[in-house]
């Protein structure tokens, strides 16, 4: 401790419920959050998603913000009780990458029962249709029948090609984050970069 502050070291892990913002000033990160205020010294700070962080650097270019979108749904009708699911990770904005999970809604469920899809979009793209969840959900849908899920058995044709139930996907809520993209100076103390999280894992490993 020093000065009532916690000196940070390399591999903390800061994580707080309800964050508001992050305030770093001189040598100081200041945390706001439902937990209240806290506080940390540094030596050196990297700062990879400005959103929701106020600093004192220069901004060198002055860009949009967008937004990601985070849309919950519950998921039944698979045809069996998978226990895992090949996730989506595409290039287009419309859910860009779909999590299947687990969710605790149904007890002892130890299947996917729920995913999740993230899309992104800019702000004029954000109250119209073509990224709305209703259209998420048809990408959830399409996605399931891609990696070959098709639903509950419901009786065979005449011919003797089986019918299936589609499987239900049911939009429970959308979270919505605004992502800073402006562009700042980096300082003695505190420096900017833009890496998925992929890359970050990958460069700071060793």
Same mark, same amino acid.
């Given at each position: 401790?020093?000065?009532?502050?916690?000196?940070? $070291?390399?591999? =903390?892990?800061?994580? #707080? +419920?309800?964050?508001? *913002?992050?305030?770093?000033?001189?040598?100081?990160?200041? &945390?706001?959050?439902? %937990?209240?205020?806290?506080? #940390?010294?540094?030596?050196?700070?990297?700062?990879? +998603?400005?959103?929701?962080?106020?600093?004192?650097?220069?901004?060198?270019?002055?860009?949009? %913000?967008?937004?990601?979108? #985070?849309?919950?749904?519950?998921?039944?009708?698979?045809?069996?009780?998978?226990?895992?699911? @090949?996730?989506?990770?595409? #290039?287009?904005?419309?859910?860009?990458?779909?999590?299947?999970?687990?969710? $605790?809604? *149904?007890?002892? @469920?130890?299947?996917?029962?729920?995913? /999740?899809? %993230?899309?992104?979009?800019?702000? $004029? %793209?954000?109250?119209?249709?073509?990224?709305?969840?209703?259209?998420?959900?048809?990408? /959830?849908?399409?996605?399931?029948? $891609? &990696?070959?899920?098709?639903?509950?058995?419901?009786?065979?044709?005449?011919?003797?090609?089986?019918?299936?139930?589609?499987?239900? *996907? &049911?939009?429970? =809520?959308?979270?919505?984050?605004? *992502?800073?993209?402006?562009?700042? +100076?980096?300082?003695?103390?505190?420096?900017?970069?833009?890496?998925? &999280?992929?890359?970050?894992?990958? +460069?700071?490993?060793?």
């Amino acid at each position: 401790m020093s000065r009532g502050h916690e000196i940070l $070291e390399t591999g =903390k892990l800061l994580n #707080y +419920e309800g964050l508001d *913002v992050v305030k770093i000033e001189g040598n100081l990160i200041k &945390i706001f959050s439902h %937990e209240g205020i806290k506080k #940390y010294e540094f030596k050196k700070c990297v700062v990879f +998603e400005s959103t929701k962080v106020a600093v004192e650097n220069k901004v060198l270019k002055v860009k949009d %913000e967008s937004f990601i979108s #985070y849309d919950d749904f519950e998921i039944s009708n698979l045809g069996g009780r998978h226990t895992w699911l @090949a996730p989506r990770n595409g #290039y287009d904005s419309l859910a860009q990458k779909i999590y299947y999970y687990t969710s $605790e809604r *149904v007890p002892g @469920a130890n299947y996917i029962t729920d995913c /999740v899809a %993230e899309t992104h979009m800019s702000l $004029e %793209e954000k109250d119209g249709f073509d990224l709305s969840h209703s259209m998420v959900r048809f990408a /959830v849908e399409r996605h399931l029948q $891609e &990696i070959g899920v098709k639903g509950n058995f419901m009786k065979f044709y005449k011919n003797g090609k089986a019918k299936f139930r589609k499987p239900k *996907v &049911i939009h429970k =809520k959308r979270i919505l984050k605004r *992502v800073d993209n402006n562009e700042y +100076e980096d300082c003695k103390r505190v420096s900017f970069k833009k890496m998925s &999280i992929s890359e970050i894992l990958n +460069e700071f490993s060793t």
